[in-house]
T-cell receptor
Framework: QKEVEQDPGPLSVPEGAIVSLNCTYS??????FMWYRQYSRKGPELLMY????GNKEDGRFTAQVDKSSKYISLFIRDSQPSDSATYLC???????????FGRGTSLIVHP | GAGVSQTPSNKVTEKGKYVELRCDPI?????LYWYRQSLGQGPEFLIY????????DSGLPNDRFFAVRPEGSVSTLKIQRTERGDSAVYLC?????????????FGPGTRLTVL
């Protein structure tokens, strides 16, 4: 079992839909949680970062962490075709600096 | 430019050859990271530099892989006796310091194909 599990998709939604992307993890020592967006043939770009259970909002994006269930989510409201990309969750243990990435979920938002 | 740059963008080589991949981090960033991303997978950590020294090379898969950062800026990832299984996108990232809350900024990657 991988430390971070993520469904690869693809997830296809119509423009304007609410998108839910999820990861599960196995190591309770994980303390820092991140979401990256990666466009085709580009490097990952940090979208959201949080270290506590609960919700964190930034514009159309909301990151949610449930440490008791070892489950993290990214919600995208009013999705746009420009949101079409691969979304990677990444998690860091306390005291470390190296993220462990999920395999990424491919999102397609069609007009 | 202000971002992390990597050269070449694509490299095709034959099995058994030696390759060098270059990373130019954001100016002033002391921490530099190399990752490898295989098709359909997330990036996997290879090695991390703080300044000129390799602070953590635990992700290097074997002794065919080596990286240097002699002046604390540009880094080169070197792969000897390449194998087909080395084919992947090699990503470089830099951050201002090595704190676990510091944002890592990624370059576009070098796509390595070993024939």
């Amino acid at each position: 079992q991988k430390e971070v599990e993520q469904d690869p998709g693809p997830l296809s939604v119509p423009e304007g839909a609410i998108v839910s992307l999820n990861c599960t993890y196995s190591n309770s020592a994980f303390q820092y949680f991140m979401w990256y967006r990666q466009y085709s043939r580009k490097g990952p770009e940090l979208l959201m970062y949080t270290y506590s259970s609960g919700n964190k909002e930034d514009g159309r994006f909301t990151a949610q962490v449930d440490k008791s269930s070892k489950y993290i989510s990214l919600f995208i409201r009013d999705s746009q075709p420009s949101d079409s990309a691969t979304y990677l969750c990444a998690i860091i243990t306390g005291g470390s600096y190296i993220p462990t990435f999920g395999r990424g979920t491919s999102l397609i938002v069609h007009p | 430019g202000a971002g992390v740059s990597q050269t070449p963008s694509n490299k095709v080589t034959e099995k058994g050859k030696y390759v060098e991949l270059r990373c130019d981090p954001i100016s002033g960033h002391t921490a530099l990271y190399w990752y490898r991303q295989s098709l359909g997978q997330g990036p996997e950590f290879l090695i991390y530099f703080q300044g000129t020294g390799a602070a953590d090379d635990s992700g290097l898969p074997n002794d065919r892989f080596f990286a240097v950062r002699p002046e604390g800026s540009v880094s080169t990832l070197k792969i000897q006796r390449t194998e087909r299984g080395d084919s992947a996108v090699y990503l470089c990232a830099s951050s201002l310091t090595d704190g676990n809350t510091d944002t890592q900024y990624f370059g576009p990657g070098t796509r390595l194909t070993v024939l």
